[in-house]
């Protein structure tokens, strides 16, 4: 069978295209690149639902990782992937979130202090489930270069239990505390869940001008895939 480095860590999909009904990600740093987005269209036009949960910009600690996904992130809506991005305000984290660059688990997120010294809410855990049976759990990217570095790493488990709960914590996570990333007239909307303390946006939500702005600058030099 399919090895787990084929997986998550270097942008091959391995055993994400053997799925049959449901694969959610999360990742803190998501830019899928051409072949990953083939797969997905695979998957979605065999009704496979492709949930992915990942940083908004403001959560963010990599910009430049940001820049990348930001090119992606149409194509990904209009194909039919559920895109969801974490919200940086700590008030709405999800339960077990830890200390300032702590994890919240093993597919939990973690909670970063930024520059500026003001805590945000930030996921670091990289996790892909196959149909609630499969698990692949990798290690965050802590830079641009750990990819080049083969640095890596990623554990494939199949277990239905482990499975589940970090489905269990996904779904949590969605329903709580990101927005949901969806296209009207051919602009992007921030969409917050049902009955969340925050409310929808059409801009990169809670980023300032100046990042919005950086993240445009670095478009041209952002990576083509860090999945």
């Known amino acids: 069978g399919p090895q787990a ?22 990742s803190p740093y998501f830019v899928p ?8 269209a695979e998957l979605r036009a065999r009704g496979v639902a ?3 949960l990942t940083n908004s910009l403001a959560s963010n600690d990599a910009p ?3 820049a990348g996904y930001a090119r992606y992130r149409p194509a990904l809506v209009r194909m039919g992937v559920e895109l969801h991005e974490m919200r940086a305000d700590p008030e709405t984290a999800p339960v077990g ?10 597919l939990g997120s973690g909670l970063g202090g930024s520059k500026g010294g003001k ?21 965050m990217n802590l830079d641009l270069r750990s990819k080049l570095q083969n640095s890596e790493v990623a554990l494939l488990i199949r277990s239905g239990k482990l499975a589940q709960q970090g489905a269990a914590l996904i779904e949590s996570s969605l329903s709580a505390s990101a927005y949901r990333v969806l296209l009207e007239d051919g602009h992007l909307l921030w969409q917050a869940p049902p009955g969340a303390p925050f409310d ?9 001008l100046g990042l919005r702005l950086l993240v445009k600058v670095l478009g041209p030099l952002a990576p083509g895939e860090m999945l």
Do not use: N
């Open 64 to 66: 430049a990782a940001h």
């Open 200 to 208: 929808d946006s059409r801009t990169e939500p809670e980023a300032g």
């Open 119 to 139: 805590s945000r809410a930030s996921l670091h855990s990289k996790a892909v489930i196959i149909d609630r049976h499969l698990s692949v759990i990798g290690s």
């Open 97 to 106: 979130v830890g200390g300032s660059g702590g994890s919240g688990g093993v």
């Open 50 to 52: 492709v949930r992915v």
């Open 5 to 26: 480095g084929e997986t998550v860590v270097d942008g091959r999909p391995g055993p994400i295209r053997g799925a049959r009904r449901e694969v959610p990600i999360i």
């Open 33 to 40: 690149g051409q072949q990953m987005m083939s797969t997905f």
